[in-house]
């Protein structure tokens, strides 16, 4: 059964970084797309990333602006968010989530209830 399991979250202060990292165990990185989601309290889920491995694509929500960066290290299934240059809005819970029969795009990345399997998330706070 596949399990994303999310790591690397905490507390930073505005402007700084964070790594986070999503181990998928019982399954291969093959046709799958693995996306990021967050959500504040009192406030809807949105996709922060998604990528499709054997596809090559990724794609982020407009709110990025370029400081995080999706990457996969295939050896070892895990899928990286890195995210600099935090602020104060980007304090959330941080799911990672698989879906098996989308490719990574902005369809996919703007509805994250497509998502079939998530993991438990990962809190991560921007305060000073």
């Known amino acids: 059964q596949v399990r994303p399991v999310e790591s690397g979250g905490g507390l930073v202060q505005p402007g700084g970084s964070l790594r986070l990292a999503c181990a998928i165990s019982?399954?291969?990185?093959?046709?799958?797309?693995i996306g990021w989601i967050r959500q504040a309290p009192g406030k809807e889920r949105e996709g922060v990333s998604c990528?499709?491995?054997?596809?090559?694509?990724?794609d982020y929500g407009d709110f990025v602006k370029g400081r995080f960066t999706i990457s996969v290290d295939p050896t070892n299934l895990i899928v990286y968010l890195q995210m600099n240059n935090l602020e104060p809005g980007d304090s959330a819970v941080y799911y990672c989530?698989?879906?098996?029969?989308?490719?990574?795009?902005?369809?996919?990345?703007?509805?994250?209830?497509?998502?079939?399997?998530w993991g438990q998330g990962t809190q991560v706070t921007v305060s000073s």
């Open positions: 019982g399954a291969t990185l093959n046709r799958v797309t």
């Open positions: 989530a698989v879906d098996w029969s989308s490719i990574c795009g902005p369809g996919l990345n703007r509805n994250p209830g497509l998502f079939d399997t």
């Open positions: 990528i499709s491995p054997s596809y090559g694509s990724t």
